[in-house]
């Protein structure tokens, strides 16, 4: 008897640390998971900021030139392809975030080509509302940058996670790997510029 119940305690210290091990890579992972979709958030929240500057930014340049109707027009458009494509946090691969980072892209060529169009334009230029949306638009831009940074350390770190011995054993399909933002095609290459 004495030794049915050494073993039976064993077996309980045994399945409880397994217990507490499992627990532990599964709380890990979903630690992890929410610090991704919390990051995500703040990604979104950054391009909403810049989503919400435009139609400002637009009205502005309608003001002074109206006649650059073809810019502005795409600007919207693609401030409304941009805004409309979602991704969902707890569906981040790689092919959704590429295509959120798509039509963001697209509006961010716009918003250049808005820009360069804003030169022609002195008196625009010399606008006290014009150079304070534009400045919010620069800080909101590098906002972007920053939290994008941030989201791919934290999908960094949750792969690593979910990737690693023994985790991937024990966690199975439910942790699958996450996406990041990836440099644009062509980054690598240093622009040309002629004078």
């Known amino acids: 008897m004495k030794k049915l119940l050494i073993g039976i305690g064993i077996f309980l210290v ?12 599964y ?3 979903i630690a992890k998971e929410e610090n991704v979709k ?19 930014l637009v009205n502005t340049v309608k003001g002074s030139a109206s006649h650059e109707r073809e810019t502005l027009t ?20 790689p092919e959704n975030i590429q295509q959120f980072e798509k039509a963001q892209a697209g509006l961010s060529s716009a918003l ?3 820009l360069v169009v804003v030169e022609k334009y002195p008196d625009l230029k010399a606008n006290q509302n014009f150079r304070d949306l534009q400045a919010q638009l620069e800080g909101t831009e590098n906002r972007i940058s920053t939290e994008r940074r941030s989201f791919n350390l934290a999908v960094q770190d949750y792969n690593t996670y979910v ?10 399909a439910e942790f699958s790997q996450k996406g990041t933002f990836a440099a644009a095609e062509g980054a690598d290459k240093a ?5």
């Open 112 to 114: 250049s080509r808005l």
């Open 27 to 29: 709380n890990g992972a």
């Open 191 to 195: 622009p040309t510029v002629q004078f």
């Open 74 to 93: 795409q600007v919207i458009q693609a401030r409304s392809k941009a805004t409309s494509v979602n991704v969902d946090p707890a569906n981040l691969t």
């Open 163 to 172: 990737r690693s011995f023994p985790q991937r054993l024990f966690l199975g």
């Open 38 to 56: 919390a990051s995500w958030g703040q990604v979104e929240n950054q391009y909403q900021r810049r989503a919400d500057l435009i139609p400002n």
């Open 14 to 25: 045994v399945a409880f640390i397994i217990y507490k091990v499992y627990a532990g890579m």
